[in-house]
Every structure is written in structure tokens, then in C-alpha cells.
């Protein structure tokens, strides 16, 4: 799906925030680890398979707040083959419940790896006559600092398959700016990659005047975020960095345009583990959840009308 379904999504629900799901097995409530690990063992397969109660759990609880999930292949990849397969079907149940689907991956490589890739995450992959879609995503967050070259497999994948991607511009991380902020000629390097990032996505722009090329800007470097929005029109922003990170409903206010459209907002631990601050055994995680991300959108209402 392109930016245009994830905007019409996000008006739908007036809602301009993406629930991360990003499980440890630590952040799963205590009776749904007992459970699995009675089934599987306390093995990895016992992990993954309680990670996928959870994001179960969590996906009913939330499917009808936001507009997108958001899971990040680390934790699922930290889990071995069971938990690359719990992602599979985890993406598959999220896209069943009619929400948008970013996998971040944060993938880049040199074109022909780059191609594979693409094929896992967002196209198909030819197996003899036949073709058949991997994880199946709606969009994927990308790393582009080895160049446009990288990149291009996936613009392809969108464009044949009505999808998005997001680029790293300027990222969340306290790091960020050690080599984001350094001056590359007449502009700072995160600049550079936004302005990357527009190229590749000039031509493909949808009925909200966003192009498949979208871009990561950390809700914690605010400044950084409203130069981009006056200097990048046609780009959807991923906004993370809100929550745990420390940034604030005012801070992502300057992701948005004038009509509250081009941005999305993630929060992956401070919905997923509000369970943990309830005092109670986590039995309710799912009530949890589901009042951290409406406080989130009503905090985020606050400062940002979406037309
Ligand atoms: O610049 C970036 C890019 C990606 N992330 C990812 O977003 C979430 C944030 O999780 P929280 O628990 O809400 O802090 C996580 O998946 C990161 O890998 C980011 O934080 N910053």
C-alpha cells in the first residue's frame, strides 16, 4: 500500500501514530511466557511462539486506534528462524485487521543484494515458473548511506506492487548527528540524504502529493525535523523517537504539513510494555496498550489538526 492508503488510514482514524512491536520476552506479560514455554520449553521456539500471542493480543487491542504497526526485524531475528516466521505471520494478521504494515528493516546493500531484498520484503520471489510473496510488507524502512544505487531495487518493488520505503535521514539516536550533521559541501549530510530521498521518489506522487520515498526523522532533534518539513513537500515522514526516547506531542508537530497530512508518529515500547508501569500482573496488557496509544493520539490531537 502507498502513502496515499496510509494517509486515507490515518484520516479514517484521525490518528497519525504507528504502534512499534518491537517484543523481548521480558516485556511479555508472565502468564502468556508461562503458557508457552509449558508447550515449547524454555527454548527459542518457546520465546517466539509467546512473541506471537503477544503481538496477537496486542494487534486485536489496537487494530481499531491506530492505523499501522510497526515491527522491527531485530527482535524477531534475535528469536533464529522462529522468529523471522512469527514476523511472517505477524505481518499476514496485522494486514488482515486492515492496518498498515511497516517493517523496519533498515536494510542497504550493493543493487543485486538490494534486489533480494526487495524481494523478501516487499515483492515475490520466483521459485521456478512460479512467484510468491515473502513477508508481504507495506513499506520498509531503508538505510541509503551506501547510495542511491541501493535504493532503486526497492523503488522498483514499490512501484510494481503500489508500495512505500522510508529512508534514514535524520535519526532519533543521541549519535545521530556524528556524522548526520557534518557539512558535505553546501549542506549538512542528513540534508543530503533528504534531498536523496526526494529524487528517488520525484514522479510517483499520489493524491496527497506524497511520493513512495519517505523519510526516518527522530521526534528528539525538533529543529532538524521543521527545516526538513519546509525544505521536503513531498515527503512522508516516520517519525520515532516519541515516548522512551524522550520526544513530545509538541516536538512531531513540525513532521506535519499545513493540513496534518505527511507524517506518522511511532511509540514501540511505551505501548507495548504499559503494562509493566500498571503495578498489576500484566493479565490486562492488552486494556494497557490500548490507553497508552489513545493518550498518544489525544496528546498528538493537541497539537496537530488533521484535515
Ligand atoms: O531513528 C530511528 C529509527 C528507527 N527507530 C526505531 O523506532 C523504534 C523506537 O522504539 P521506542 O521503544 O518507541 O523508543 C525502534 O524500533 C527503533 O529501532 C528509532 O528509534 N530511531
Given at each position: 500500500m502507498s502513502f496515499d492508503a496510509l494517509q486515507e488510514k490515518i484520516r479514517a482514524k484521525k490518528n497519525p501514530t504507528v504502534a512499534g512491536l518491537d517484543p523481548k520476552p521480558e516485556q511479555i506479560p508472565p502468564h502468556i511466557l508461562k503458557a508457552s514455554y509449558e508447550t515449547y520449553g524454555e527454548t527459542l521456539q518457546g520465546a517466539a511462539e509467546a512473541v506471537w500471542t503477544f503481538n496477537q493480543g496486542l494487534i486485536d487491542a489496537l487494530c481499531d486506534v491506530v492505523p499501522a504497526v510497526k515491527p522491527q526485524a531485530a527482535y524477531y531475528e534475535r528469536l533464529g528462524w522462529r522468529g523471522l516466521e512469527v514476523m511472517e505471520r505477524t505481518i499476514a494478521y496485522a494486514r488482515e485487521k486492515d492496518l498498515f504494515v511497516i517493517a523496519d528493516i533498515k536494510r542497504g546493500d550493493i543493487g543485486s543484494t538490494a534486489q533480494a531484498y526487495a524481494d523478501a520484503w516487499l515483492g515475490e520471489t520466483r521459485v521456478g515458473e512460479a512467484s510468491h510473496p515473502v513477508f508481504n510488507a507495506d513499506c520498509v524502512t531503508l538505510n541509503g548511506y551506501m547510495g542511491s544505487d541501493t535504493i532503486e531495487p526497492f523503488v522498483e518493488a514499490c512501484k510494481a506492487g503500489d508500495k512505500c520505503l522510508f529512508l534514514l535521514v535524520k535519526t532519533s539516536?543521541?549519535?545521530?548527528?556524528?556524522?548526520?550533521?557534518?557539512?558535505?559541501?553546501?549542506?549538512?549530510?542528513?540534508?543530503?540524504?533528504?534531498?536523496?530521498?526526494?529524487?528517488?521518489?520525484?514522479?510517483?506522487?499520489?493524491?496527497?502529493?506524497?511520493?513512495?520515498?519517505?523519510?526516518?526523522?527522530?521526534?528528539?532533534?525538533?529543529?532538524?525535523?521543521?527545516?526538513?518539513?519546509?525544505r521536503l513537500e513531498h515527503t512522508f515522514f516516520l517519525v520515532p523517537g516519541y515516548g522512551a526516547q524522550g520526544g513530545t506531542a509538541e516536538d512531531v508537530q513540525y513532521a506535519f504539513n499545513k493540513y496534518g497530512h505527511g507524517a506518522i508518529v511511532n511509540a514501540s515500547r511505551s505501548i507495548m510494555c504499559a503494562w509493566q508501569k500498571t503495578g498489576r500482573d500484566g493479565t490486562d496488557y492488552q486494556e494497557a496498550a490500548r490507553a497508552a496509544a489513545v493518550a498518544m493520539r489525544d496528546d498528538i490531537r493537541k497539537y496537530v489538526t488533521i484535515v
Amino acid at each position: 500500500m502507498s502513502f496515499d492508503a496510509l494517509q486515507e488510514k490515518i484520516r479514517a482514524k484521525k490518528n497519525p501514530t504507528v504502534a512499534g512491536l518491537d517484543p523481548k520476552p521480558e516485556q511479555i506479560p508472565p502468564h502468556i511466557l508461562k503458557a508457552s514455554y509449558e508447550t515449547y520449553g524454555e527454548t527459542l521456539q518457546g520465546a517466539a511462539e509467546a512473541v506471537w500471542t503477544f503481538n496477537q493480543g496486542l494487534i486485536d487491542a489496537l487494530c481499531d486506534v491506530v492505523p499501522a504497526v510497526k515491527p522491527q526485524a531485530a527482535y524477531y531475528e534475535r528469536l533464529g528462524w522462529r522468529g523471522l516466521e512469527v514476523m511472517e505471520r505477524t505481518i499476514a494478521y496485522a494486514r488482515e485487521k486492515d492496518l498498515f504494515v511497516i517493517a523496519d528493516i533498515k536494510r542497504g546493500d550493493i543493487g543485486s543484494t538490494a534486489q533480494a531484498y526487495a524481494d523478501a520484503w516487499l515483492g515475490e520471489t520466483r521459485v521456478g515458473e512460479a512467484s510468491h510473496p515473502v513477508f508481504n510488507a507495506d513499506c520498509v524502512t531503508l538505510n541509503g548511506y551506501m547510495g542511491s544505487d541501493t535504493i532503486e531495487p526497492f523503488v522498483e518493488a514499490c512501484k510494481a506492487g503500489d508500495k512505500c520505503l522510508f529512508l534514514l535521514v535524520k535519526t532519533s539516536n543521541p549519535g545521530s548527528g556524528e556524522l548526520q550533521n557534518m557539512v558535505a559541501g553546501d549542506r549538512l549530510v542528513y540534508k543530503v540524504m533528504g534531498d536523496m530521498t526526494a529524487k528517488l521518489g520525484k514522479g510517483t506522487e499520489g493524491r496527497y502529493g506524497f511520493h513512495l520515498a519517505g523519510a526516518v526523522v527522530g521526534a528528539t532533534y525538533p529543529s532538524d525535523m521543521r527545516e526538513l518539513r519546509r525544505r521536503l513537500e513531498h515527503t512522508f515522514f516516520l517519525v520515532p523517537g516519541y515516548g522512551a526516547q524522550g520526544g513530545t506531542a509538541e516536538d512531531v508537530q513540525y513532521a506535519f504539513n499545513k493540513y496534518g497530512h505527511g507524517a506518522i508518529v511511532n511509540a514501540s515500547r511505551s505501548i507495548m510494555c504499559a503494562w509493566q508501569k500498571t503495578g498489576r500482573d500484566g493479565t490486562d496488557y492488552q486494556e494497557a496498550a490500548r490507553a497508552a496509544a489513545v493518550a498518544m493520539r489525544d496528546d498528538i490531537r493537541k497539537y496537530v489538526t488533521i484535515v
